[in-house]
């Protein structure tokens, strides 16, 4: 082989492995970082659970709101003081008692979602990828390959009432996300498909 082929063997090899590195189905920093990203572009939201509405709240949670300030009397006293819900007196007729109930407030409707075949839930913000920090190296799974990621997230378009520090009280979740939101570690785990890396779930 002449000097000149063997260059330009040497530089197809490069390429080939050059182009390899950055295939989408690379199990990469860069790969794993675009995976995460889209599965929190549709799952990235963050929401309190599900609350049936309306909620009547009766004189014994009231009672009980200092000693567990995540009861019913607790959540919706926050979410009221927060402008979200709205409470008035009713007697219920079987058994007659009276209640505190609370419905939503058109304050609520901005932050209100409901997924297909879901309950609506009130969300407050959305996860964005921090950077990813480690993974599993591939193993095959059934018909495909599967790796474990490990990243951290920050949070944006956090609501001004999930700060509200009733609300972190009466949501206990909510509160300890928002306090350590620039420590939060997770991880996901993800299946390699002819596009690249997909996150499990992200269709369910």
Request: aromatic content about 8%; overall charge positive.
């Amino acid at each position: 082989m002449t000097k000149t082929a063997t260059i330009l063997a040497l530089g197809l090899t490069l390429s080939a492995a050059l182009t390899a590195c950055n295939s989408k189905t690379s199990a990469n920093k860069e790969n794993f970082g675009i995976t995460i990203a889209q599965y929190f572009d549709k799952k990235g939201e963050m929401c309190l659970d599900p609350i049936n509405w309306p909620v009547d709240v009766y004189e014994v949670d009231v009672r009980q709101r200092k000693l567990y300030p995540d009861n019913a009397a607790g959540q919706m006293g926050a979410l009221e003081a927060a402008g979200l819900a709205k409470g008035e007196d009713v007697e219920l007729p079987e058994p007659k008692v009276k209640v505190r109930r609370y419905t939503m407030t058109e304050a609520a409707t901005p932050f209100l979602r409901t997924p297909a075949g879901k309950k609506p839930r009130l969300c407050w913000g959305r996860k964005q990828l921090d950077k990813v920090v480690r993974w599993a190296d591939p193993a095959k799974v059934g018909d495909h390959e599967e790796s474990a990621v490990i990243y951290t997230y920050k949070l944006a378009n956090v609501a001004a009432w999930a700060r509200r520090p009733e609300v972190k009280e009466a949501f206990p979740v909510l509160g300890q996300t928002v306090d350590g939101e620039q420590k939060q570690k997770e991880k996901l785990y993800v299946k390699l498909t002819p596009q690249g890396w997909e996150g499990l779930g992200l269709n369910d």
